[in-house]
């Protein structure tokens, strides 16, 4: 959680750019029925600002198990590589859905690395993602 105040307009506008939705896992605030939460990409107690180049929407829990990092390890590799940065990458290309839309998977490092770190195919929102599907509500354009 931000130890700075982030203005309302700079939230609106933050948010109107993501679309309303997690820069990770592309879940939207009207089909969660949650807000989403203001991610600082580089984290404050890392030196990330609070201005909006470094601010991007994440759910809850993506933004939880991203907690204080940047960088994490890619599991093919082996390697250290940076996350997925939604605010400067394309989501298409480090990350497709499978052919069900319940899972997503990683094509590059930062991708398959984001993929285990965030914790993108957890239980509930793979079981999630079934429903939305039946309903008609995903998978989301990236």
């Not at 990409?41 to 994440?58: D, I, M, Q």
């Not at 990350?95 to 899972?103: G, H, I, N, P, S």
């Not at 094509?107 to 993929?115: E, P, W």
Request: glycine share 6%; proline share 6%; charged share 25%.
């Amino acid at each position: 959680m931000s130890r700075t105040h982030i203005p309302k307009d700079l939230r609106e506008k933050v948010a109107r750019a993501a679309r309303y939705r997690c820069g990770y896992c592309l879940s939207a605030e009207s089909v969660v029925g949650a807000p989403m939460e203001l991610d600082h990409l580089v984290p404050e107690s890392l030196g990330g600002l609070t201005e909006e180049e470094n601010l991007w929407l994440a759910c809850s829990l993506c933004n939880d198990h991203k907690s204080n990092r940047i960088v994490t390890i890619d599991p093919l590799s082996g390697e250290q590589v940076r996350l997925f940065d939604p605010r400067r990458q394309i989501w298409a290309e480090h990350f497709r859905w499978t052919k069900e839309a319940d899972r997503i998977v990683g094509l590059t490092a930062t991708g398959r690395a984001t993929v285990v770190a965030l914790n993108l195919n957890r239980g509930v929102l793979v079981a999630a993602r079934k429903l939305w599907v039946a309903a008609g509500w995903h998978p989301p354009e990236p």
